[in-house]
């Protein structure tokens, strides 16, 4: 189940045995045994530790980085950002951790209390494959400072960067019984779940992973964060720029080859600059070429796997099928690699399955609206509500159609991204919860209040 299979070749690298029933139920044990002395380690030392991790991420980037290139095929100077990030993660929380913890004075009618923010036990978390560090990170280095303890399945394409974090957590200085590394079933995952040990479990993923996970929470009422998928609107109002614009919309449509939860994919563009656009953002998405994605100069890596590649062909097939306009790219590219050309599709309308659906690879949708009324109708038609960007020379402008987005984020005149220290999550079938930001580790926190 467990496997490192290039998606750049084809090639089988490594494979990984699954875990037994008696290694999990060991794994449980032994984090809930970690539980009972680490929330116990002062404060200060876990986060001299959590710093720590973010320090050795960092010296060992060039390593790190060509395995998850190897593994799921990010072009390598996106892996070494990746672990850029990582290392910020890890540092905001060892540096404001303590803060973000202490005890919060609650004035109240005859008295007074105080809310004692701690940590409950241990929490399991499920990542996926597209940020095989990041993912991990904003889950644990939260919990990890907070005093919680981790079980950490990893997704089944990624067991090599899965090791290598325990590694990376060994070196710097976290206890083997804090955080536990699991190849483990998905059958082993749902009876772990009803173990009165776990007190919680985190997962980025697909919708039917959220679906099946928040079901078996729920029956056994256990706290969840869900971070799932998202069809993210981009509203272009207006530009004094409209190259830089468009620029601005490929990069972050492409990056990670457009196999982001947060990236734009959805444009939806004002009808004076429509057709501009389209023929700017057509140009630049065809002159993209395959290539191997070691290889700093490459420009168009691979899927994650063939199976990837094909859904996202068969996607956009459909679309044609239904009437849609492909004005380029959108087929498989010859060669034993999970390369696909970048599409265009334009005259999408509500009777298509793409319209609904989340297209997780390098396809970008073009919508045309007449006005700001129209185009946050578009916006927020969707049963996903993850991030979003409006663009306008005028920034009150993008504020006053921003503020009418239902979505967990908005950024104006920016692409969505992420960084350590804003909250990042979303509403309707893009999830519950918050990851990172001084919302982060409140997901896992038992909020006590004590009553003076």
Known sequence: MYKVTNPATGTVIEEFPTATDEQIAEAIEQAHRGYLSWKETPVETRAKIVQRVAEVFKERTDELAAIITQEMGKRI?????????????????????????????????????????????????????????????????????LGNTILLKHASNCPKSAAAIVSVLREAGVPEDAYINIYASNQQIASALADKRIQGVSLTGSERAGSAVAAEAGRNLKKVVLELGGSDPMVILDSNDLDKTVDIAVASRMGNMGQACNAPKRMIVMADIYDEFVEKLTEKMAAFAPGDPSDPSTTLAPLSSVSAADEVVRQIEQAVEQGATLRTGGYRIDGPGAYVQPAVL????????????EVFGPAAIVFRASSEEEAVELANDTE??????????????????????EAGMVYINQAGGSQADLPFGGIKRSGVGRELGPLGMDEFMNKKVVRL
């Not at 803060?99 to 990542?127: S, Y």
């Open 77 to 145: 100077e996106e892996s070494k950002g990746e672990l850029g990030t990582v290392f910020e993660i890890f540092s905001y929380y060892a540096q404001n951790g303590q803060t973000l913890m202490a005890d919060e004075p609650l004035e109240i009618q005859g008295g007074n209390a105080v809310i004692q923010k701690r940590p409950v036990g241990v929490i399991l978390g499920i990542m996926p494959w597209n940020y095989p560090y990041y993912q991990v990170a904003r889950f644990v280095a939260p919990n990890l400072m």
């Open 346 to 357: 334009t005259d999408v309308t509500p009777e298509m399955a793409a319209y609904h659906e």
């Open 384 to 405: 996903f509500g993850l991030g979003s960007g409006v663009f306008s020379a005028d920034p009150e402008r993008a504020r006053r159609v921003g503020d009418q987005i």
